[in-house]
């Protein structure tokens, strides 16, 4: 698509402002556009919250596979918490619906190589008690899906890394992606991310690296359903009252111009995410920015759909 840099430009990125942007329909090969040094579409970058819905197909998975019941207690899988997990469902960590304690209180120092999976678990543990009932409210919560990656290693009996990279992410080719648990800050090669604010090394809300073309490739494995699961990681999640949520399996659920999208963001210190599909086209986008502070990227990914479906075969 020759029009991708001008949206870029429109969007108001400048040509040193390191942004990797990418389209593909169906089979046709990726259109993709680079700003800025060192971002390209093959430069491993860390994608934040884009990592849930790689979660939420771990627990898909093994969901498929009878290794695990989304209406299953958490108090089972993590016995260390206190009584309040009797209460929370696992469908609850997926739908951001457990009415777990804020992150700004969990998480006081997550900007910090102390933000890993352990001590994020532990400090839920000093909560004796819930303000809400599970599955009254949304509530988004990045501690739930910390929460959800230790409920698929226990069920699948082995670290998630492992387990997404047998069953995700070699089966679909994403050579380059990883979760990555440290200790390192980040894996060999990868863009450096804006010092002093490494990534956390919790897994689950966050931990996975990836690049763009891996991205799309995911993407379109989604659009596809080469996993089997898209029809269940498509399911948006509802309130105890019954209120349909638009968020599905680590997706958020909109609309564009008449086609139902699936779309999450990711955001760090400097870095921002972006990635959007139309199964019913056949349409993936995404987007990786390794020094942004803003939210061009909203404005952008809308102005990227609407090309799309003008140029869409």
Known sequence: MPRLHALISAAGYTGD?????????????????????????????????????????????????????????????????????????IR??????AALPPDTEI??????????????I???????????????????????????????EQAAGMPIPAFARRHLFTPLRM?????????????????????????????????????????????????????GISPLLQTPGHLNDATPLDYAWGLGVRSHAGHTVYRHGGGWIGLRALHARIPALGLSVALLATRDHTERRIPLLDSLLTASLQDAP
Not at 19 to 26: D, L
Not at 92 to 97: E, R
Not at 109 to 116: G, I, K, V, Y
Not at 198 to 225: C, E, I, K, M, Y
Request: with cysteine.
């Open 92 to 97: 609850h960590l997926i739908h951001h619906t």
């Open 17 to 89: 402002e390191p942004i990797a942007v990418g389209i593909q329909h169906g089979d046709a090969p990726p259109a993709l556009a680079t700003h800025g040094e060192p971002l390209t579409a093959t430069t491993l970058t860390y994608a934040a919250s884009l990592s849930k819905q790689m979660t939420a197909a771990c627990a898909a998975l093994l969901t498929r596979r009878g290794d695990l019941d989304p209406d299953s207690p958490l108090s089972p899988w993590l016995p260390h918490l206190p009584p309040w997990a009797h209460a929370v469902r």
């Open 107 to 120: 998480d006081p120092a997550a900007h910090t190589p102390d933000r890993t999976s352990g001590n994020v």
């Open 175 to 227: 050579n380059d992606t990883r979760y990555w648990p440290g200790p390192a800050p980040a894996p060999p090669g990868a863009a450096p991310l804006l010092t002093p604010h490494p990534a956390p090394l919790s897994l689950g809300d966050g931990g996975v690296w990836t690049t763009l073309t891996d991205l799309l490739r995911w993407s379109q494995a989604l659009n596809n359903d080469e996993l």
């Open 122 to 152: 532990r400090a839920l543990t000093r909560f004796p008690r819930l303000r809400r009932r599970p599955g009254d409210e949304h509530a988004y919560s990045n501690a739930g899906y910390v929460c959800l990656a230790a409920v698929v």
